[in-house]
């Protein structure tokens, strides 16, 4: 089992910036790859950005490139989701996920074991 805790989100005006962290406690040498993912109101949950544990190669969805940036602390055991140039519509629930079943960043939801409680961002225009 691998428990997971997010901490980060709040409100924040448009063009702002926001850090999400995500800390893994138990099995954390499973966790191959660490991701993020978002649902909005009304909406399927998504795919932010991963990154995988061990050589740190990430993947990110097309609205975030170039304004989010993913991290890691292997000490820690702690993913990092620097949120720059936020825009109202970013706004949405942020889940840490972890994957254990192989070393390719998965973008769907359905393939992930583990998941945090969330954390909500909201921003405002």
């Known amino acids: 089992q691998v428990q997971l805790v997010e901490s980060g989100g709040g409100l924040v005006q448009a063009g702002g910036s926001l850090r999400l962290s995500c800390t893994a406690s138990?099995?954390?040498?499973?966790?191959?790859?660490m991701g993020w993912f978002r649902q909005a109101v009304g909406k399927e949950r998504e795919f932010v950005a991963a990154?995988?544990?061990?050589?740190?190669?990430?993947h990110y969805a097309d609205p975030v490139k170039g304004r989010f940036t993913i991290s890691r602390d292997s000490a820690k055991n702690t993913v990092y989701l620097q949120m720059n140039v936020l825009k109202p519509e970013d706004t949405a629930v942020y889940y840490c996920?972890?994957?254990?079943?192989?070393?390719?960043?998965?973008?769907?939801?359905?393939?992930?074991?583990?998941w945090g409680q969330g954390t909500q961002v909201a921003v405002s225009s």
């Open positions: 996920a972890v994957y254990t079943k192989g070393w390719i960043i998965p973008t769907e939801a359905s393939s992930y074991d583990y």
């Open positions: 990154i995988v544990r061990s050589g740190g190669s990430t």
């Open positions: 138990g099995r954390t040498f499973s966790s191959t790859v």
